[in-house]
């Protein structure tokens, strides 16, 4: 019985230390997804809080489109309260291709200095937002890969990791979401 009971201890030892490396490993991985949700919120701020200054440049150029500044400003506070995943941040997208759409109308916006700054900074927002999206799908598809590979199957429920979730598009903005913003001049 003594023999037993070595072999016993031992191969639970094996097995404690299994499942330590298991847990150890999604957790690290289930930061990489947490990670990738704070860049994503990190790239709407951003883009949010361009959105007032880009307003006020083309507000000194074209001060009777009330209309589309307050269409934009609404989109703005409705996607800044907002879910990332949620309608409002592509009504915001569609609000702000109407603003920038003005510089159309107004020759002196178009050759505004401080107007075509805004408008490199938001592009570039826009593709750091899909390179975000991007890494967060990425990540997500590594936390789910390791917790559904065996033996991380059989402890991952009991540890507590559940199925993280793709960043999912609305229908509305599928197709869009890795295109550089239209802005033509």
């Given at each position: ?55 006020e ?24 309260a ?45 593709d ?5 999206r ?38 509305s ?13």
């Amino acid at each position: 019985m003594g023999g037993l009971g070595i072999i016993l201890a031992v191969v639970l030892v094996i097995i404690v230390v299994v499942v330590i490396g298991i847990y150890n490993r999604l957790v690290g991985y289930r930061q990489g997804v947490r990670q990738g949700v704070a860049d994503i919120d990190a790239q709407l701020r951003q883009r949010h809080d361009l959105i007032p200054n880009l307003v006020e440049t083309v507000k000194g150029y074209a001060a009777h489109e009330s209309s589309t500044f307050e269409a934009v400003i609404a989109a703005r506070n409705a996607a800044a309260a907002g879910a990332p995943t949620s309608g409002s941040e592509q009504q915001l997208k569609a609000a702000l291709g109407n603003l920038l759409a003005l510089g159309e109308a107004y020759p002196d916006l178009k050759a505004s200095a401080n107007f075509q700054s805004l408008q490199s900074e938001l592009a570039d927002v826009e593709d750091k937002l899909a390179a975000a999206r991007r890494a967060l799908n990425a990540a997500v598809a590594r936390f789910n890969a390791a917790r559904e590979s065996f033996p991380a199957v059989l402890f991952a429920n009991a540890l507590g990791f559940a199925e993280a979730d793709f960043h999912r598009l609305d229908a509305s903005e599928q197709g869009t979401v890795d295109q550089v913003p239209k802005i033509g001049f």
